[in-house]
């Protein structure tokens, strides 16, 4: 504020006016003392909800009272469950070993996140945090649900390949017998040396995704988790930071 423009105090005020004032106006020149409009202390949300302007609040509960409607659930973490009490403030507990947070309530984790299968003629896709599995596809009358994906009925019998990560074999012209590798296996048709390749679950030698290391080199895990990828050799300095083949 310019000197031409600072307000004058009266001289012949009371004492108490006048260092009222003066901390008045050192409030405006400084935009303002304590919070805008005397709103309240933020109140934090719980896990997937959603402030007034519209991001993501903190993943924490405990907002003071009045941040919740008593007795409102939600999920706080992908493993903790919030629970409004009687004062209006989020309390959190845990979920039991083998469970997820989903949909504000805590449930058994049935299915591997984004992985198909079958229901029936149905092809089922795992939900996000592996709680329950969804609808994606039906399959036709002439065609047989096998690893999540849709088969032709009619084959050749003794065709054997592989469908999702299961190995199939026709057994006859309207039916496939399947067997469906487990979760540390993907289903792969290697050559055989002096026959045809056959489709065979072969076992994971690491986990998909996970970083590590060969001798000198920085390595990841494949998708199929069958080999390991090269990110970095340790061993050339100045090198470093992208990926080599």
Sequence with gaps: MSASM????????????????????????????????????????PFGATGADGQAGDKGAGGGAGACTPAERSCHSLTELATCDASGRWQTSPCAEGERCDDATCAKV????????????????????????????????????????????????????????AVVTCTSDVEWFKKVCSVTETCVTKPVAGGAATPTCVPHVCTAGAAGCAGDKAVVCSADGLSHLLVDDCAKPGEGGGARA
Excluded: H, M, W, Y
Aim: glycine share 16%; aromatic share 2%; charged share 10%.
């Design 6 to 45: 600072k307000p004058r105090i009266p001289s012949g005020a009371p004492l108490a006016f006048q260092v009222g004032l003066a901390v008045t106006l050192a409030c405006a020149a400084l935009s303002g003392c304590g919070n805008s409009g005397g709103a309240g202390p933020q109140q934090q949300i």
């Design 110 to 165: 049935v299915c591997t996140p984004g992985v198909a299968s079958c229901e029936g003629a149905n092809i089922v896709v795992c939900s996000a945090r592996g709680t329950r599995s969804v609808v994606k596809d039906v399959c036709a009358g002439n065609e047989q649900c096998i690893g999540g994906a849709c088969v032709n009925k009619t084959c050749v019998v003794g065709e054997t390949k592989c469908v999702g990560n």
